[in-house]
Nanobody, 120 residues
Framework: QVQLVESGGGLVQPGGSLRLSCAAS????????MGWYRQAPGKQRELVAA???????NYADSVKGRFTISRDNAKNTVYLQMNSLKPEDTAVYYC??????????????WGRGTQVTVSS
C-alpha cells in the first residue's frame, strides 16, 4: 500500500524556521509532482509549493522568498524549508503526490497533515 508520511511540524516563534518532510512509501516506480498544501481554521486548503520530477517549482505569492521546496527522487521524498515564519503561516500542512506510478496504476495521494503553529 502506497502512502505519504509527513514529519517536522511543531510550534515555532515568529521569525523562526521549520523543515517539513514527506516520504512516499510502498512499491513506487515514479512520482510526477509533489507538493505542500495548507489549511488554516475556517479557510480553504491552498497550495503552498509544488515541485515537478524535473525540478521546476511553483510557490504561493505569500511564501515566495521565505519557503523552499525540494525533493529527493531516489527516496521519493519532498521537503519544505520554511524560514521567517509568520503567525499567518499557522495551519495544518498536507503533503500531496500526483501521478504516483505503481504496479496497480497511477494514484493521487494526500498525507494526513502536520500542524505548524507560529506563535510567541
Amino acid at each position: 500500500q502506497v502512502q505519504l508520511v509527513e514529519s517536522g511540524g511543531g510550534l515555532v516563534q515568529p521569525g523562526g524556521s521549520l523543515r517539513l518532510s514527506c516520504a512516499a512509501s510502498g512499491s513506487i516506480f515514479s512520482i510526477s509532482a509533489m507538493g505542500w498544501y495548507r489549511q488554516a481554521p475556517g479557510k480553504q486548503r491552498e497550495l503552498v509549493a509544488a515541485i515537478a520530477s524535473g525540478g521546476s517549482t511553483n510557490y504561493a505569492d505569500s511564501v515566495k522568498g521565505r519557503f523552499t521546496i525540494s525533493r529527493d527522487n531516489a527516496k521519493n521524498t519532498v521537503y519544505l524549508q520554511m524560514n521567517s515564519l509568520k503567525p499567518e503561516d499557522t495551519a495544518v500542512y498536507y503533503c500531496r503526490a500526483e501521478g504516483v506510478a505503481t504496479a496497480k496504476g497511477v494514484q493521487y495521494l494526500w498525507g494526513r497533515g502536520t500542524q505548524v503553529t507560529v506563535s510567541s
